[in-house]
C-alpha cells in the first residue's frame, strides 16, 4: 500500500481550481449547477465539453466545490492544460495526490492501488489535447476502483464507456430587441461583460443609454465567456459605441487579455489554435472551406460546396461530425428534426483565416453562388413559391453572400437570377412578418427586396408584389395622405392588370384601415367594390370574407402563432382546400385540421369563415 493519505483534510478541493488563479467572480449558471448537481448522483463519469472558452473549466470547478462533500477523501483537482505528453500524465496526477514516486514503479498500478478503497472524485481539467490518453487512464480507474468518480473537462468527449457527456452553452444572451433593464440584468452574458468593465472601469455601469451597445456586443460575441473577457479589456481604450459598432469578429481574434492569463486563453485566435492543431489535414481543409457560408448550412449543402479534387464527398459527413465532436462546429436540430450547422462568429472568422492562410480556394465562391441559386430556385419557383418561404429563411445570409460574390466578379446572368429569387424571398418573409404584426421587420424585408430588384429592371411580376406589400404595411401603419398615396398607388395598379387576389386584399385593408379609425362612411366603399368584385368573380368566398370583415373589429391581438400556424392560415386565405394545404406543406391532412383548431382556439374563432375574415383582417 502507498504509505499517503489520499485526501486527508475533508471535504476540500485540492488544489482548489481557478481560485488562486481567478478571483473574478462567478456568473449565472444556476440551472446548469442545479441539472449538474443531479446528474453527478447518477453517473460516476462526467465530462463537460464545449469549444474553447465557452466557460467548462470555470463550471466544472464550481460543480466540483458543490459537491465535495459528498466524496469522503475530497475532490482532486488536475489541470492538463500544461501536459502534451501522455506519458507524463499519470505522473501529474500522482503529483496532485502528493504520493512519492519510487524508480522503476509502474505508475498506472501505483495510482489504481492508491485510488482503490477511496471515495473521492478526480477532476481533471482540459483533456483535448491529451485525449486518447486521459480515456486509457480514466477507463483503468472507473474500472478498478468502485468509489473514485471522475470530472472532466474536454472539447471533445473522452469516448470511454459509462461517460455522460454534457455539453456547456454559452451564457445567455439579451434579446436583439432587449429595452428594459430589467432585460438586460437577467442575461448571463451582459452581467458578464458588465463585471469584467467594472474590474477596469469602476463606476461603468448599465444604462438605457449605453444598453444597445452592450446587447450588441454579447449578441455579437455569442456568450462566449472568453470573448467577453477579452473584448472588455478594450473598453479603456475605445468607447463603448465604438467598440460595438466595430466589433468584428475577424479583428477581435487577435485581442490580447490582461496578464496573468494562461497561453491558450491570452487571445481568441491562440485559443482557436488549440483546437487547430488536433485537427486531421481533411478536417483542417474542410473547416476552412466551410467559412464561406454564412447563417449556417446544411450536409447537403457542405458536400455540394466544399467538395473538390483535394476533397471527396463520400467524407464530407465523417469530418464535419469530426468538428462537431471537436465543438468547433455547432449542430442544431431545426423545425423538422433536420440538423443545421454552424460557427460562433469568432470561429468562422478564424476558419476565414485558416482558408486564406493556406492558399485559399479559387471555386469555392462559384461552387457556394451556384449551389444557393440552385436551392432557392427550386425551393421558391416563380409559381406558387411563397408557400415555401420558410424553408428557405435559414439561407437569406448564405443568398446575400452569394449576391455579393456575383456583383464583385461581374457574374452579371447569376447575380440577376440570384436577385430575382432573394427579392422573392423577402417579399414572402415581409408578408409572413405583415401577419404576424411586425411591421419593422415587414418593412426591412421589403426595403431590401426593392433594393434587390431595381438593381435587375425591376421585373414585372415581383413589382406587384412588392407594391401591394408596401400597401399593406401602409394599411396598417395609419390612414394619413402619404399611407393613402402609398395604397392609391397599389390599386391602380392592380386595378390596371386585374389582379384579382392582391385588389381584393388591399380593399379590405383599406377597409380595415378605416374601420380602425372609425371613418365607417369611409370603410363601406372599400369592402363594396371588394365584395362587388369578388361576386363578378364568381369568388363566393371571397364576398363571404369581405363581409365578414366588416363584423370583426376587436379581437385579442397579443397572440401570435406559431410559423407553421401562419403557413396554414395564409393557405387557407388563399382559398386552399385541408388536402391542398396538406400537399402544400407535405403534411398530413389532419394536422392541417390540428393547425388549424388551434388557431380558432387561440382567437376565439368558432368557423373557417370567421377565421378567414380575420386573417383577412390580420387581427
Ligand atoms: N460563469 C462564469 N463566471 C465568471 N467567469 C467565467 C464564467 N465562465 C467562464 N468564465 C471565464 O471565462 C474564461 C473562459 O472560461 P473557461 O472555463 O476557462 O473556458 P473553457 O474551459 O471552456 O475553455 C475564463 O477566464 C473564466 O474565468
Ligand atoms: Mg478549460
Not at 24 to 44: C, V
Not at 64 to 87: E, I, M, Y
Not at 150 to 172: D, N
Not at 578 to 594: C, F, G, H, M, N
Amino acid at each position: 500500500m502507498p504509505e499517503c493519505e489520499v485526501g486527508h483534510t475533508q471535504n476540500t478541493v485540492f488544489p482548489h481550481p481557478g481560485a488562486a488563479a481567478d478571483p473574478s467572480r462567478f456568473i449565472g449558471r444556476e440551472d446548469e449547477l442545479t441539472a449538474l448537481q443531479r446528474l453527478q448522483t447518477t453517473t460516476r463519469h462526467l465530462t463537460l465539453v464545449g469549444p474553447g472558452g465557452v466557460g467548462k473549466s470555470r463550471l466544472a470547478a464550481r460543480l466540483s466545490t458543490t459537491v465535495q462533500h459528498r466524496f469522503s477523501h475530497g475532490v482532486w483537482f488536475v489541470d492538463l492544460a500544461p501536459r502534451s505528453d501522455p506519458a507524463e500524465l499519470v505522473e501529474a496526477i500522482l503529483n496532485v495526490l502528493e504520493i512519492p514516486q519510487r524508480p522503476g514503479q509502474d505508475l498506472l498500478q501505483s495510482l489504481v492501488e492508491l485510488l482503490r478503497d477511496r471515495h473521492a472524485m478526480l477532476f481533471l481539467d482540459n483533456c483535448e489535447q491529451v485525449i486518447s490518453a486521459i480515456a486509457e487512464i480514466t477507463a483503468r480507474l472507473l474500472r478498478t476502483c468502485p468509489d473514485v468518480h471522475v470530472l472532466t473537462t474536454s472539447r471533445e468527449p473522452l469516448g470511454i464507456e459509462g461517460e455522460v457527456v454534457w455539453r456547456v452553452p454559452p451564457l445567455s444572451l439579451p434579446p436583439v430587441d432587449a429595452v428594459e433593464l430589467a432585460q438586460l440584468e437577467a442575461s448571463e452574458a451582459v452581467l458578464m461583460f458588465v463585471a469584467r468593465v467594472r474590474e477596469r472601469i469602476p463606476d461603468f455601469s448599465l444604462t438605457l443609454a449605453n444598453a444597445a451597445d452592450v446587447v450588441r456586443i454579447c449578441r455579437n460575441l455569442g456568450g462566449l465567456p472568453l470573448a467577453l473577457e477579452l473584448v472588455a479589456t478594450r473598453v479603456h481604450r475605445l468607447s463603448l459605441h465604438r467598440l460595438a459598432t466595430r466589433l468584428d469578429p475577424g479583428a477581435a481574434l487577435g485581442w490580447r487579455g490582461g496578464r496573468g492569463r494562461p497561453p491558450r486563453q491570452r487571445t481568441l485566435r491562440t485559443n482557436l489554435d488549440w483546437s487547430y492543431r488536433l485537427l486531421s489535414a481533411p478536417e483542417r481543409l474542410l473547416l476552412g472551406r466551410l467559412a464561406v457560408f454564412s447563417g449556417g448550412w446544411t450536409l447537403a449543402a457542405a458536400e455540394a460546396v466544399c467538395t473538390d479534387d483535394d476533397a471527396t464527398v463520400q467524407y464530407i459527413a465523417d469530418d464535419l461530425s469530426q468538428l462537431v465532436t471537436r465543438s468547433l462546429v455547432q449542430a442544431e436540430q431545426v423545425g423538422d428534426g433536420s440538423v443545421r450547422y454552424g460557427f460562433l462568429d469568432t470561429t468562422r472568422a478564424y476558419a476565414a483565416e485558416q482558408l486564406e492562410a493556406t492558399g485559399g480556394d479559387a471555386g469555392l465562391r462559384a461552387r457556394h453562388a451556384a449551389y444557393m441559386l440552385g436551392l432557392a430556385e427550386r425551393t421558391l419557383p416563380a409559381e406558387n413559391g411563397a408557400a415555401h418561404a420558410s424553408l428557405l429563411a435559414d439561407e437569406l445570409d448564405n443568398l446575400r453572400v452569394a449576391l455579393r460574390w456575383a456583383a464583385n466578379e461581374q457574374q452579371t446572368e447569376l447575380g440577376r437570377r440570384l436577385a430575382i429569387v432573394t427579392g422573392r424571398l423577402l417579399l414572402s418573409l415581409g408578408t409572413s412578418a405583415l401577419w404576424r404584426g411586425d411591421l419593422p421587420s415587414a418593412q426591412a424585408r421589403l426595403d431590401e427586396a426593392a433594393e434587390r430588384l431595381h438593381r435587375v429592371d425591376n421585373p414585372a411580376e415581383l413589382v406587384s408584389a412588392a407594391v401591394h406589400l408596401r400597401a399593406l404595411i401602409a394599411a396598417r401603419s395609419g390612414t394619413g395622405p402619404a399611407a393613402l398615396r402609398v395604397i392609391d398607388q397599389a390599386l391602380d395598379r392592380e386595378r390596371r392588370l386585374a389582379d384579382l387576389p392582391r385588389l381584393l386584399e388591399t380593399l379590405t385593408e383599406l377597409g380595415n384601415a378605416r374601420l380602425n379609425v372609425g371613418r365607417m362612411d369611409e370603410t363601406l366603399p372599400a369592402f363594396r367594390e371588394a365584395a362587388e368584385l369578388a361576386a363578378a368573380a364568381g369568388e363566393r368566398l371571397s364576398v363571404i370574407r369581405v363581409l365578414e370583415g366588416v363584423d370583426y373589429t376587436a379581437r385579442p391581438r397579443n397572440v401570435s402563432l406559431t410559423r407553421r400556424e401562419d403557413e396554414v392560415v395564409q393557405l387557407l386565405v388563399r382559398g386552399l382546400s385541408t388536402k391542398q394545404i396538406a400537399d402544400q406543406l407535405s403534411i398530413s391532412p389532419a394536422t392541417v385540421r390540428t393547425h388549424l383548431d388551434h388557431v380558432m382556439a387561440k382567437f376565439d374563432l368558432h368557423s373557417r369563415v370567421q377565421l378567414v375574415a380575420w386573417a383577412t383582417r390580420g387581427a
